[in-house]
């Protein structure tokens, strides 16, 4: 694997989105040794548990694990001082929940990696609008006023003054963002769809080459792949398609 490759592969996150651990094992085994991370998400991590994610690591993935905590700010401390002991490399809170509950975040993640100097501290993010909302639904449904990249752009600024190392956005956001709160507040974008792929419940994508070109970091990619009857040429060319594009 040339470098151009290597460094998009570090740069995608396949999401397990599977209801049991056979499932998530045979795209693993699609996927060895492509340097991607392998996010777990709520419905495979309810299942599978902690000790999925130690399989992992052990197996040398980086892992990025979206539960997504929004909750009061002790509890997501909590949350957040029990998921960075279990040595993820990503992980996530509501920017809604405000930025008490995202500085809880950051205390209970220092707080364990106090306690264990071999813990590497992990990249933590805000979830801000998720891209399946549109600007209906987040006018008519969820009650906020104004333009999707507004809210958008606001809750980026919220969890950077926070502590956070960045959010979870659309692609379309990126750049606002990157302008707002600077290159290394990091952008990590759902809602990429490659060039024919159906759009599913998203609303707000790009394809890889357009959200790399736009300047995101991260671009977490599911049903393109595991949905694909070859998972592994799947995320080969979505690779290809960023690597074009990858600049560092």
């Known amino acids: 694997m040339s470098q151009a490759l290597h460094t998009a592969a570090r740069r995608l996150i396949v999401a397990l989105d599977y209801p049991n651990t056979e499932q998530a094992a045979q795209l693993i085994t699609h996927l060895e040794g492509i340097p991607c991370y392998i996010k777990v998400g709520m419905q495979l991590f309810y299942t599978a548990g902690p000790d999925f994610i130690r399989d992992l690591k052990s197996r040398g993935y980086s892992v990025f694990l979206d539960l997504k905590m ?12 029990s998921i960075t002991r279990l040595g993820v490399d990503m992980f996530n809170v509501h920017a809604a929940g405000g930025r008490q509950m995202m500085a809880a975040a950051v205390a209970g993640m220092e707080q364990a990696i106090s306690e264990d100097s071999s813990l590497r501290r992990p990249v933590l993010i805000a979830v801000t609008q998720l891209t399946s909302t549109s600007q209906e639904v987040m006018n008519r449904e969820i009650g906020i006023a104004g333009k999707v990249e507004d809210t958008v752009v606001h809750y980026a600024q919220m969890a950077r003054e926070s502590g956070l190392d960045g959010v979870v956005s659309s692609p379309l956001e990126g750049p606002a963002i990157k302008q707002i709160c600077g290159k290394s507040f990091v952008t990590v974008t759902p809602g990429v769809r490659p060039t024919g792929s159906a759009a599913g419940d998203q609303t ?17 990619v599911g049903r393109p792949i595991t949905g694909a009857a070859d998972p592994r040429e799947a995320a080969e060319q979505i690779i290809e398609e960023m690597s074009n594009h990858v600049n560092d």
């Open 70 to 81: 929004h909750d009061i700010p002790n509890t997501v401390k909590g949350g957040a001082h």
């Open 204 to 220: 707000r994508i790009m394809t890889p080459g357009q959200a790399i070109a736009a300047g995101n970091d991260y671009l977490v």
